[in-house]
């Protein structure tokens, strides 16, 4: 399993990471050898040699700001920055947080205003915007100048996706992807088999219709209808959002029937819950209130789902034509007007490199660390609950990534607000493909 994991990022990441962010910038991958003898980072020897140094009595205060920690890993996160703090004494690390619907908002809100944090979260599809507009440190004199560190030591492709025309503005702390979760007992109950691996959307769909107890307010599945969840469904269906040369390639009849897909589970067979049957609700709350058959979710989740009444699984998601699954990487970013750059770096080498850091994203299930070594890795799977963990690393042989552009945050707004439309009713699938074409050219051309 290892060795597969670390093939498929090499391969498949090597394409498309870096064919995503030449589209904006003229990143090149390179494919350097991953010695997992060299994870030992030497996490000891920052004591001798930089501003930081614990022969000093001043203490230097940076701020970082996190979505991936909320709500659920808040404690990891304290548990991190105790242990960086312990190892760096001189450097004392103030956390905020914010729910990822709201922490790009909140950003870009205290750069606009010279108030941004000293390093920040920030997701791989967002990367660009921020480091085309000037508003990341470079941190490869840093990286260069760190005897302490090898960048050897992470996945490669992972590690220069964050790399910006030819300067490393961030450093890859983990991945994630999307996964069929279901409530076995619910389909106990129903008399309807488990997904499998080789499931349909029409598999999907009959078995939701099943599952599905108006009386019992149990709905058969959930998937967000949003941009992140549409460009993977077209995928599914062999469509895309954007040409490869750029060019925008949303109004397609395969995305047509990947939207109506998406909507009339909500609308027509009526077994995912709409946004008013949610009434406030997330669904994750759903599922582990028992009220879910399916949830389609990422695997960050399986942490807040240890303790749920019933048993529960995953499975590889259904596809139409074929499959695909997302991927999701994050990373930290140095802003570029703090003061504090290097105190920065620190902590963000801490959280992508750090074999502590990894331990303790592993045993609580908190994503996938981007270290590369075969023994930090090994013991994601021999964990108990999901029993299918395989699953997390079958579906990288059908990754999709995120669409790359600098203005993506704008583009991904104004798709969710127009998918929302159709969810009330107030727009049809053909209506709202067809303005997004307009409005995707227009953002493009600003």
């Known amino acids: 399993m290892n060795f597969r994991f670390k093939r498929v990022l090499s391969v498949v990441m090597g394409i498309g990471l870096v064919s995503g962010i030449v589209g904006c910038g003229d990143e090149e991958s390179v494919n350097g050898d991953n010695n997992s003898n060299s994870n030992n980072i030497s996490n000891e020897a920052s004591e001798n040699s930089d501003e930081t140094s614990t022969n000093s009595d001043e203490v230097t205060e940076i701020s970082y700001f996190s979505f991936s920690a ?10 991190i920055v105790d242990a960086f703090e312990g190892e760096y004494p001189n450097i004392k690390v103030n956390l905020e947080l914010a729910a990822y619907d709201d922490y790009f908002t909140r950003l870009q809100t205290q750069i606009a205003g010279s108030n941004a944090p000293d390093v920040f979260e920030l997701n791989y599809e967002n990367f660009v915007q921020y480091a085309s507009r000037g508003t990341l440190a470079d941190l490869s004199e840093y990286i260069e100048s760190d005897e302490d560190f090898d960048p050897n030591v992470l996945n490669q492709e992972a590690f220069n996706a964050y790399n910006y025309e030819g300067k490393q503005y961030g450093m890859v702390e983990s991945f994630s992807n999307v996964l069929t979760f279901y409530n076995k007992d619910l389909f106990d109950e129903a008399g309807v088999d488990y997904p499998s691996s080789e499931w349909t959307w029409d598999d999907e769909l009959q078995a939701a219709i099943e599952l599905t107890d108006k009386e019992s307010n149990v709905w058969g599945t959930y998937a967000p209808v949003t941009m992140n969840e549409f460009y993977k ?3 599914q269906n062999g469509g895309q959002i954007f040409n490869e040369d750029g060019s925008v390639a949303i109004n397609s009849p395969e995305n047509l029937e990947a939207l109506n897909y998406m909507v009339d589970k909500i609308v027509e067979h009526e077994v995912s819950p709409s946004p008013a049957d949610l009434s406030g609700q997330s669904p994750e709350d759903l599922f582990m ?9 990422g695997i960050w989740m399986f942490g807040a789902f240890e303790e749920a009444s019933f048993d529960w699984d995953i499975e590889l998601e259904a596809g139409n034509t074929q499959k695909a699954h997302h991927f999701f990487a994050n990373g930290l970013a140095v802003s570029a007007d703090s003061d504090q750059q290097e105190a920065a770096y620190k902590f963000a080498r801490f959280m992508s490199a750090s074999e502590e850091v990894a331990n303790i994203r592993i045993d609580s299930s908190w994503e996938l660390p981007a270290l590369s070594d075969d023994d930090i890795l ?12 395989e699953a997390v690393f079958e579906a990288l042989n059908s990754l999709i990534l995120p669409p790359v552009v600098e203005n993506w945050s704008r583009i991904s707004d104004v798709t969710n607000e127009a998918l929302e439309s159709v969810q009330f009713g107030e727009s049809s699938p053909e209506e709202v493909l067809n303005d997004l074409e307009e409005e995707f050219n227009k953002i493009l051309e600003e």
């Open 289 to 297: 209130n028992g009220q879910l058959a399916v949830l389609h979710t």
């Open 233 to 235: 469904i077209a995928a």
């Open 378 to 389: 090994s013991p994601y799977l021999e964990q108990s609950s999901p029993e299918n963990r």
């Open 70 to 79: 909320t709500p659920n890993y808040e404690e990891e996160l304290e548990q």
